[in-house]
């Protein structure tokens, strides 16, 4: 990856959140970038990936309006708030407000 000024940079920034989600190898093409880079710059950059579809896509910290389970999707990409970069290595489930268990329908 070449030198990126901060014009280019802000400009990336900006199409990924206009984007909402978006993959790893789009960030690749976006920074003209190694896997192992774009990988360090999801980290730096703090976003979220998603907890389904085999953590394929992320987001931008300011792009998801998290509900007061902390979970946001976006069409059928799933995003939690808790855990690291998202991913919710501490369960999700543990953080969700259900007033009483037998609430819970599993069909």
Not at 13 to 41: G, H, M, Q, W, Y
Request: aromatic share 14%; with cysteine.
């Amino acid at each position: 990856m070449g030198k990126i000024t901060e014009g280019e940079l802000a400009r990336i920034l900006n199409s990924l959140e206009e984007k909402k989600i978006f993959t790893l190898d789009t960030l690749v093409s976006f920074l003209s970038c190694s896997v192992p880079t774009a990988r360090l710059k999801l980290k730096q950059w703090g976003t979220y990936t998603s907890y389904n579809q085999n953590g394929r896509y992320y987001t931008m910290p300011s792009v998801p309006r998290f509900d007061d389970n902390g979970l946001w999707h976006y069409s059928e990409i799933y995003f939690s708030q808790y855990g690291p970069d998202g991913h919710p290595k501490s369960p999700t489930c543990g953080h969700l407000k259900i007033p009483h268990p037998a609430s819970l329908i599993f069909q």
